[in-house]
């Protein structure tokens, strides 16, 4: 029986290209063990990509209600993995977002890159963790930590070259993202909340009352502020 599979490379995008919308890098490692101890062959993704490339679509976060691009190449014989470069639909409010998002993350020191959504068709019969032929279904641009199984991502892990993580350092990150001004209204409008916020008197997880839906781009905010300054 075919196993669901999410798999991130575990690699961040090896280029971004701001003019054209292309997001280039790895959607999967070979012949290297992931978090969940499976190897993929280097020959695994050549039938899927073979007959399927013009059905896969990226996505966000696994979230097939969320287009945010298509594969503009996928290459099943590179020989570090599977190489992708992703036309993102820089035309809408999710792409360019999600584009962007990603580039915020990343040069931030936070992790963003491209994870796989498919099925684990055949094993090798001899070595069990060693994946020999994959269906891809999607390929998912991560701009947070996934829930579902089999994930290897964490969407934190440190601020690039920053000793000690303050409010004022924080801050500055925030506001960086905020004055790049290339985000949709709706996400402004969130880090614009975000930064009216008074540390003093409010956490930015929200006060127990508060019962206010919360926008996704904000969710992503505050979960990187109470992993480094709970």
Do not use: C
């Not at 798999?7 to 070979?30: Q, R």
């Not at 580039?103 to 498919?118: A, R």
């Not at 963790?129 to 579902?148: D, F, H, I, P, W």
């Amino acid at each position: 029986m075919s196993e669901l599979v999410y798999k991130s490379a575990s690699v961040p995008f090896k280029d971004m290209d701001d003019t054209t919308g292309l997001l280039i890098g790895y959607a999967n490692i070979y012949s290297q063990k992931d978090l969940v101890g499976d190897i993929s062959n280097p020959s695994s993704f050549v039938k899927t990509v073979s007959e399927r490339k013009a059905k896969i679509k990226i996505y966000k976060n696994h979230d097939n209600n969320l287009l945010v691009g298509v594969p503009q190449e996928l290459n099943p014989y590179d020989p570090v993995g599977l190489h992708l470069t992703a036309k993102m639909l820089m035309e809408t409010a999710l792409g360019r977002d999600t584009y962007y998002e990603s580039k915020f993350l990343v040069e931030n020191g936070f992790e963003s890159g491209f994870s796989i959504g498919g099925y684990v068709v055949k094993r090798n019969p001899k070595m069990r963790a060693e994946v020999m032929e994959y269906r891809l279904n999607e390929v998912s641009v991560l701009t947070k930590e996934q829930a579902s199984p089999g994930s290897m991502v964490q969407i934190v892990k440190s601020l690039q070259d920053m000793d000690e993580i303050t409010q004022e350092t924080f801050w500055k990150v925030v506001t960086k993202a905020y004055d790049n001004h290339k985000f949709s209204d709706d996400v402004l409008k969130s880090l614009e909340s975000f930064l009216n916020m008074s540390l003093d008197n409010r956490e930015p997880g929200g006060s127990a009352a508060d019962t206010t839906p919360v926008s996704e781009p904000t969710q992503i905010i505050k979960s990187i502020y109470s992993q480094f300054l709970p």
